[in-house]
């Protein structure tokens, strides 16, 4: 029967260690579990490195899917603004389609309500027209001598 390389490994740590040669047993053991650490710190470092290259192009990727959902809400809200040109564009804003769709809702509830406003002041006639003219007396001007000194007269007799 012959024996695997382990059990005659074992057998000479063994056969070592009864002899009294402890010392060079420990110092071979020593040896054996700074090269297996080294092999286990180079590793780590590599799988570590790994994971950095990883990290690094994941956040290349999601920078680049940021940009492209920015462009893509932009291009919404133009679109909504081009299909309905009473809303003001400073009234619809956002960063997403959620914050778009809720300004334009409001935008447009705002434009409703200032319509309303307007309807409600046409239909009411209160107040004066824009533009009237001032309140004054008429004018001379333009007017003959006669005409002057009738319109002067007519105002005398009123104020009597």
């Not at 590599?46 to 809400?73: F, H, K, S």
């Not at 307007?118 to 006639?125: D, P």
């Amino acid at each position: 029967m012959t024996q695997e390389p382990f059990e005659q490994q074992l057998d000479s740590e063994l056969k070592a260690a009864l002899d009294g040669d402890e010392e060079a047993l420990a110092g071979e053991t020593l040896d054996e579990l700074a090269a297996l650490a080294e092999a286990e710190a180079t590793a780590a470092d590599a799988e570590q490195a790994a994971q950095a290259e990883e990290l690094a192009a994941a956040r290349l990727q999601v920078d680049a899917e940021r940009a492209q959902t920015r462009a893509a809400v932009a291009r919404y809200r133009e679109a909504v603004l081009a299909a309905d040109p009473d809303l003001p564009p400073e009234l619809v804003a956002g960063k997403t389609l959620e914050e778009v769709d809720g300004s334009l809702d409001a935008a447009r509830r705002a434009v409703a309500q200032i319509r309303e406003r307007l309807t409600v002041e046409e239909q009411s006639g209160g107040g004066f027209p824009a533009g009237a003219p001032a309140r004054s007396g008429p004018t001379t001007a333009g007017m003959t001598t006669a005409e002057k000194i009738t319109a002067g007269l007519e105002q005398r007799a009123r104020a009597v």
